[in-house]
Antibody, heavy 118, light 110 residues
Framework: EVQLLESGGGLVQHGGSLRLSCAAS????????MCWVRQAPGKGLEWVSG????????FYAESVKGRFTISRDNSKNTLYLHMNSLGVEDTATYYC???????????WGQGTLVTVSS | QTVVTQEPSFSVSPGGTVTLTCGLTSGSVSTTSYPSWYQQTPGQAPRTLMYSTNIRSSGVPDRFSGSILGNRAALTITGAQADDESDYYCLLYMGSGIWVFGGGTKLTVL
C-alpha cells in the first residue's frame, strides 16, 4: 500500500525557515517524480515544486522560487521541502504527492500545516 | 503569466448532469497539457478522479467522464449524487516542468 507521511510543519515567525519531510513507502520511491502542493486556509490548491526521479531536476512555482528548495533522499525514501524567508502568504497545509507515469498525482499524503506568524 | 481558469461554483440537481471546465487565459488546453482532475471535501486530502484527459482513476464511478471541449478540458458528472458535492480542481502541465492548478469549482448538489 502506497503511503506518504508528511512531517515538520508548525508555527514559525515571519522570515524564518522550516524543513518539511515526506516519508514514502509501498512503491519504488527512486523511480517516481514527486511534488509538493499547498493549500492556504479556505483557498485552492497550489502546485509548489516538483523533482524528477532520475536526475533529480527541480522545478518551482514563481511564488516560491529562490526561497524554497525541494530535494530527495532515495536511500531514505524521503522527500524534503526546505523553506526559507517565510511570509504569512506561505501559511498553508503542505501535501506531498506522487506522480504516476501518466503524469497525474495518483497518491497524496494527509498534509502538514505550516503557520507563519507576523 | 498564464492562469488556469475554472468556474468558481456550480449547482446541479440530484440526478442531473453538470460539466465543469478548465481553461487557460492564454492558449488552449490539449492532451499535451496532461489534464487531470481532483475532488476534495473539507478537511481531506484531494482524491484523483481523472487523468490524461479522460481516464478514470481506480474506483471512480463511471458517472464521471473527461474530455476536451473546444479549447478547454472538461469534467462531466452524469446523474449527480449528493456525495458528489465537493470542490473540484484541474491540474495542467505548462511545460518546462511547471504545473498549475485551476482555482477550483465548488459544486453544490441540491
Amino acid at each position: 500500500e502506497v503511503q506518504l507521511l508528511e512531517s515538520g510543519g508548525g508555527l514559525v515567525q515571519h522570515g524564518g525557515s522550516l524543513r518539511l519531510s515526506c516519508a514514502a513507502s509501498g512503491f519504488m520511491f527512486s523511480r517516481h517524480e514527486m511534488c509538493w502542493v499547498r493549500q492556504a486556509p479556505g483557498k485552492g490548491l497550489e502546485w509548489v515544486s516538483g523533482i524528477n526521479a532520475g536526475d533529480s531536476r527541480t522545478f518551482y512555482a514563481e511564488s516560491v522560487k529562490g526561497r524554497f528548495t525541494i530535494s530527495r533522499d532515495n536511500s531514505k525514501n524521503t522527500l524534503y521541502l526546505h523553506m526559507n524567508s517565510l511570509g504569512v502568504e506561505d501559511t498553508a497545509t503542505y501535501y506531498c504527492a506522487k506522480y504516476a507515469p501518466t503524469r497525474e498525482l495518483d497518491y497524496w499524503g494527509q498534509g502538514t500545516l505550516v503557520t507563519v506568524s507576523s | 503569466q498564464t492562469v488556469v481558469t475554472q468556474e468558481p461554483s456550480f449547482s446541479v440537481s440530484p440526478g442531473g448532469t453538470v460539466t465543469l471546465t478548465c481553461g487557460l487565459t492564454s492558449g488552449s488546453v490539449s492532451t499535451t497539457s496532461y489534464p487531470s482532475w481532483y475532488q476534495q471535501t473539507p478537511g481531506q486530502a484531494p482524491r484523483t478522479l481523472m487523468y490524461s484527459t479522460n481516464i478514470r482513476s481506480s474506483g471512480v464511478p463511471d458517472r464521471f467522464s473527461g474530455s476536451i471541449l473546444g479549447n478547454r478540458a472538461a469534467l462531466t458528472i452524469t446523474g449527480a449524487q449528493a456525495d458528489d458535492e465537493s470542490d473540484y480542481y484541474c491540474l495542467l502541465y505548462m511545460g518546462s516542468g511547471i504545473w498549475v492548478f485551476g482555482g477550483g469549482t465548488k459544486l453544490t448538489v441540491l
